[in-house]
């Protein structure tokens, strides 16, 4: 990270410092600091990333681009926020200018039944585990296709078990606008899948 | 008939989700329509937490040496950030003279040529070697002041290097005539216009 001094902190202090002590240090120059951001933050950016896209490439591709960009305006972090949540904003307009710009990574989120994970189903019968897939694979079509920012409350709110004042927070709304977006998907969600 | 207004989505989705008791909005009581709407909330909630359960449950944690392997492209790919920046910064301090010198040896060639045309110019001398043709200029022109900004400007510019057979030296002025972007060529015709008229041209 850019900075005219390194600031002689210890590996150690490094590893004990809160966030926003890591974004300061970095921006100070500190060699090492950003890489600690990346180690303590990848794995929920990777799996916002994974929400959206649904496969491990671009998950993948998306959060080095999510912690790239972070690297690029940690200047403009202002701390009140907490840094996951800045990430997460990120993140989100990451993952949604991107399906924007490739539709296509849409289709690759509906798996074909025999290529989703295992779930253990014993003691379901074979039908029941048959619609239950079913309806799982017509739900996820779905959800991928809300309107961007319903999505993005959707997927955060419900696979992410996010509060929705820290939906809000990452999309720079209200608490009433989130819930009314939560409301709204919801429903088109119904609209889509023609019951429930 | 409720005289009540309808619940708000807020009120609705803070129902459906259970964070607050339908004890709290007796509206519910007396109008159908509410009632309607936040059972088809819940039924829907309750479907998308089932596939967004399953789902969790069913995504496989990349390998351990994917978090190393992830970790080092980030360090590599910010690294080539901070080297690009430090390089475009470096760039970017010579970004007004990459502009201004291929437009100033231009503009200065073309007021040289137009003078030319209306001046009887005094023999100049022969090339003295060392010495840029444009000092041997000013020096035999002192009190003309158009030519003396031709001087100024073309000082910096060593012909030999173009003189080289099939190059054009970078920074040079057939170079640097020769690679205009749209944006420089722009620029060059606004600064010659203006260079023109500045010499009454």
């Given at each position: 990270m850019g900075g005219s001094g390194s600031p002689d902190v210890s590996l150690a202090d490094l590893a004990c410092a809160d966030d926003r002590q890591l974004v300061e240090l970095c921006l100070a120059g500190r060699p090492g600091a950003f890489d600690l951001i990346v180690e303590r933050h990848q794995r929920a950016v990777y799996r916002l990333c994974y929400r959206f896209v649904r496969n491990h490439e671009d998950a993948s591709d998306l959060s080095q681009d999510v912690f790239l960009r972070a690297y690029r305006g940690l200047r403009r972090f202002r701390g009140n926020a907490s840094l996951t949540t800045w990430l997460y904003r990120i993140?989100?307009?990451?993952?949604?200018?991107?399906?924007?710009?490739k539709p296509a990574l849409l289709d690759k989120q509906t798996q074909p039944i025999d290529e989703q994970a295992f779930i253990d189903t014993r003691g379901e019968s074979a039908p029941d585990r048959l619609l239950r897939d079913e309806r799982g694979a017509r739900v996820r079509e779905a959800i991928g296709?809300?309107?961007?920012?319903?999505?993005a409350t959707l997927i955060m709110r419900t696979y992410h078990e996010m509060s929705h004042q820290e939906i809000a927070d990452v999309l720079g709304?209200?608490?009433g606008a989130v819930k009314a977006n939560f409301f709204h998907a919801l429903g088109n969600l119904k609209k889509m899948l023609g019951d429930v | 008939m409720s005289l009540k207004p309808h619940l708000s989505d807020a009120d609705l989705v803070d129902l459906a989700e259970g964070t607050r008791?339908?004890?709290?909005a007796p509206?519910?009581?007396s109008c159908e329509a509410c009632r309607r709407q936040l059972a088809d909330l819940r039924a829907m909630l309750a479907d998308v937490s089932i596939t967004a359960r399953e789902d969790v449950a069913a995504d496989a944690e990349p390998s351990p040496l994917f978090w190393d392997r992830f970790q080092q492209r980030?360090?590599?790919?910010?690294?080539?950030?901070?080297?690009?920046?430090a390089r475009s910064r470096l760039v970017g301090g010579f970004s007004g003279w990459r502009m201004l010198v291929p437009a100033a040896t231009l503009a200065a060639l073309v007021i040289a040529v137009t003078i030319n045309s209306r001046v009887t110019m005094p023999v100049p001398p022969e090339d003295v070697p060392g010495v840029p043709r444009a000092e041997l200029l000013s020096d035999s022109l002192p009190d003309d002041?158009?030519?003396q900004l031709v001087a100024d400007l073309t000082s910096s510019v060593d012909s030999?290097?173009?003189a080289e057979p099939g190059l054009a030296a970078h920074g040079g002025a057939e170079h640097a005539v020769s690679h205009l972007s749209a944006g420089e060529l722009r620029e060059l015709q606004r600064l010659l216009q203006a260079e023109l008229a500045n010499s009454g041209a």
């Open positions: 993140g989100v307009n990451v993952c949604l200018n991107r399906l924007s710009a296709r809300l309107p961007r920012k319903q999505r709304t209200s608490v | 008791p339908e004890s709290s509206h519910l009581a980030v360090s590599s790919a910010v690294a080539a950030e901070s080297e690009r920046g002041a158009s030519l030999s290097a173009e």
